[in-house]
């Protein structure tokens, strides 16, 4: 149990598109995800917080008009990049936790990987 | 402001023998948890190990241990028996209250058949 997908698991897009990266959490509910961004070699760094049916929490430094986060259910969480540019190029990271569960618990995707041309 | 230190960029170990992790932390907080992530070359993040702050016992996973010293605030992990299987990253980690994951730098672990 306690599955968290993402998909898709690589892209390459050109810049100045927008790119959309799915997470869900198969076998349960997830109140709250969360968005990393880990760059190579590096530690993840937190870029949001995303509660269903709310607006997302951004970590300082993170533009929100970039990186759009929609939490529409209990299941499903998107990241979108919207202009993307080279520096945008990374592994992105989502996590879960579950409805009801302890704080501490959070399950991991397995991440994207974003490459921008 | 919370800080985690992982001091150690990379670490190896002859298979079969055990290794040691460092992790220093850094809290205003007595109320606490403290993690232990391992990335394997597949990316995907995967809980070694967790300990709650008010726990004096160290917690244990099979041949993963942790020294929890709170009052140093270092929290090492113990690694066993080390398998092929363990070469990865290891991330420590530290949550407060509603507070999220703070991760540290990482540790690339190789482990030497």
């Known amino acids: 149990g306690a599955v968290v997908s993402q998909h898709p698991s690589r892209v390459i897009c050109k810049s100045g598109t927008s790119v959309k990266i799915e997470c869900r959490s198969l076998?349960?509910?997830?109140?709250?995800m969360f968005w990393y961004r880990q760059f190579p070699k590096q530690s993840l760094m937190l870029m949001a917080t995303?509660?269903?049916?709310?607006?997302?929490?951004?970590e300082q430094g993170v533009e929100k008009d970039k990186f759009l986060i929609n939490h529409a259910s209990l299941t499903l969480s998107t990241l979108t990049v919207t202009s993307a540019h080279p520096e945008d190029s990374s592994f992105y990271i989502c996590?879960?936790?579950?409805?009801?569960?302890?704080?501490?618990?959070?399950?991991f995707g397995p991440g994207t990987r974003l490459t921008v041309l | 402001a919370q800080t985690v230190t992982q001091s150690q960029p990379e670490m190896s170990v002859q298979e079969a023998e055990t290794v040691t992790l460092s992790c220093t932390y850094d809290t205003s907080e007595s109320d606490y948890y403290l993690f232990w992530y391992k990335q394997p070359p597949s990316r995907q993040m995967i809980l070694v190990i967790r300990q709650e702050a008010y726990k004096q016992q160290n917690a244990t996973e099979n041949r993963f241990s942790v020294n929890f010293q709170k009052a140093a605030k270092s929290f090492s992990l113990k690694i066993s028996d080390s398998q092929l299987g363990d070469a990865a990253m290891y991330f420590c980690?530290?949550?407060?209250?509603?507070?999220?994951?703070?991760f540290g730098t990482g540790t690339r672990l190789t482990v030497i058949p």
């Open positions: 076998d349960f509910q997830a109140t709250t």
């Open positions: 980690a530290f949550k407060t209250g509603a507070n999220n994951l703070f």
């Open positions: 995303s509660n269903e049916g709310s607006k997302a929490t951004y």
């Open positions: 996590s879960a936790r579950p409805a009801g569960g302890p704080k501490d618990t959070q399950y």
